[in-house]
């Protein structure tokens, strides 16, 4: 089943004195997203459950006649063999949950000025940075002395059946919280095209590169990251695909895990275009950059 991933992008409304509270704050309206959808994701398990039930004991009813007098063991195969059918229709439309499982996580967004430049690609990063500010903007944030911090939720999950139950949860939490506190400004559905993790020392820094980029120069994209996981301790990779060309960023979302306070972020991003100048265009030249810190 595909691999979703729903962000929300979000900003404080007029920024507060202290940055812990901020946090609170935010923390509690992720609460609140988060217990919604998941209580959702309950009662629809538990309804395509019995409806699954119910479609078994009529289809063993219907069946039963027409097969010589089966043993208990037959009938529990026979049920087993049905809803076993059923669930895998399901799934394959995208409409089952009896696996689905829902991730979430809340970061903030940092400032270019957070941002520890080393060395290598200074210029380049810089202007990757230029245009992360330029992508939030049109997103709809507020910028100024007076604008709050910046931050992202995100929900990854399974089956596209979750997408509505985490509007409905959006729509929830925006109705517990008064306008003037957060503002949600934009949000982005992506499908997971490619990921690699390993074993590696927890850090709190996510990097975004946002591009749009052609199928062959994805294909390459997609050859280069697995090496990747065994250098500058990167240790987690996802590229995404945004769906139908609305929210926020480019096409392909490119997400890694790094300590960029040890790692040069300029050698990162040399090790995945390698010496490929179509990478190099798609990703450095006309690509957006921003970097995340997760909230615990």
Known sequence: MPNYTYTLLLQKLNASESAKDDKLLLSDFHSILRDF???QIN????????SIQRAISRLRG????YLSTPLKSDTDDIERSIKDTIDDVLSQGGYSTENATLTTEMFQILEPSQIQLHRQLVGVIKRLLKNGKAMLTDAGIQSGKNAGGLYLFRFSFEGFQIVTTLRQAVERAKGKY??????ICNDALTENIVTHTQDAANTDFTILLYFDAGAEVVEKLKRTLPALLNQFGVSSIQLNKRLFYAGMGSEYQLQFTSNLKKHPLGTILLAVIGEDSELEEAITEQGSLIVVEKIT
């Not at 009662?43 to 019995?50: A, C, D, H, P, V």
């Not at 008064?178 to 503002?183: M, V």
């Open 62 to 65: 219907s069946l039963i006649p």
């Open 178 to 183: 008064n306008h003037s506190e957060i503002g």
């Open 37 to 39: 959808a998941e209580h």
């Open 43 to 50: 009662e629809k398990k538990k309804n395509n459950s019995e």
